[in-house]
Antibody, heavy 125, light 107 residues
Framework: EVQLVESGGGLVQPGGSLRLSCAASGFTFSNYDMHWVRQGTGKGLEWVSGIGTTGDTHYPDSVKGRFTISREDGKNSLYLQMNSLSAGDTAVYYC???????????????????WGQGTTVTVSS | DIQMTQSPSSLSASVGDRVTITCRASQDIRNGFGWYQQKPGKAPKRLIYSASSFQSGVPSRFSGSGSGTEFTLTISSLQPEDFATYYCLQHYTYPWTFGQGTKVEIK
């Protein structure tokens, strides 16, 4: 069974740090891009970061310089290091799998086809 | 960044109704676009990718169309299990961006 399981969420003070993990199983992890998406309480979905199979990383401006996505293919694991946290970072954080295909010219990505159940991050004093 | 404008933000409909949700991109995203369904307390679920390709297992009453800047999700005959919030996503270029969501409620 294809599965993603997040962990590492919790309560952290403003200005603090937290590291989220996502354990993958049931598929060849190294063959997929992996992303993080978050959702504040009662709010919509927000894309947080993505990492390719070659380690290339992408972020929106809202987290660039504060969050770092990484992967460890030998452990089938995805990580999100979050620093300088503020109340606006309070959310459920989901990891998600992103399939893609490439030709000689370009690569097409197909959105997130598998999601974890989410882990909750609360930033509060 | 590409802005995704989704409409309506909410709608009320009855079982059996035909429902249409629209998403407009601020610039051409070709077919790098998808639709997601989310129920309360659950992770989102992909319905459509590449504008009109079905996720395996998605009922045929769901369909997606469009390319470029205008995209549509149609539910041909709304079922009780379809009451949820729907999001569009552009996955054409980074940073990826979601629409604001459309909550489909029971009339």
């Amino acid at each position: 069974e294809v599965q993603l399981v997040e962990s590492g969420g919790g309560l952290v003070q403003p200005g603090g740090s937290l590291r989220l993990s996502c354990a993958a199983s049931g598929f060849t992890f190294s063959n997929y891009d992996m992303h993080w998406v978050r959702q504040g309480t009662g709010k919509g979905l927000e894309w947080v970061s993505g990492i390719g199979t070659t380690g290339d990383t992408h972020y929106p401006d809202s987290v660039k310089g504060r969050f770092t996505i990484s992967r460890e293919d030998g452990k089938n694991s995805l990580y999100l290091q979050m620093n300088s946290l503020s109340a606006g970072d309070t959310a459920v954080y989901y990891c998600a799998r992103v399939p893609f295909s490439c030709n000689s010219v370009t690569c097409d990505r197909y959105g997130m086809d598998v999601w974890g159940q989410g882990t909750t991050v609360t930033v509060s004093s | 960044d590409i802005q995704m404008t989704q409409s309506p933000s909410s709608l009320s409909a009855s079982v059996g109704d035909r429902v249409t949700i629209t998403c407009r991109a601020s610039q051409d995203i070709r077919n790098g676009f998808g639709w997601y369904q989310q129920k309360p307390g659950k992770a989102p679920k992909r319905l459509i990718y590449s504008a009109s390709s079905f996720q395996s297992g998605v009922p045929s009453r769901f369909s997606g169309s469009g390319s470029g800047t205008e995209f549509t999700l149609t539910i041909s005959s709304l079922q009780p299990e379809d009451f949820a919030t729907y999001y569009c996503l552009q996955h054409y270029t980074y940073p990826w961006t979601f629409g604001q969501g459309t909550k489909v409620e029971i009339k």
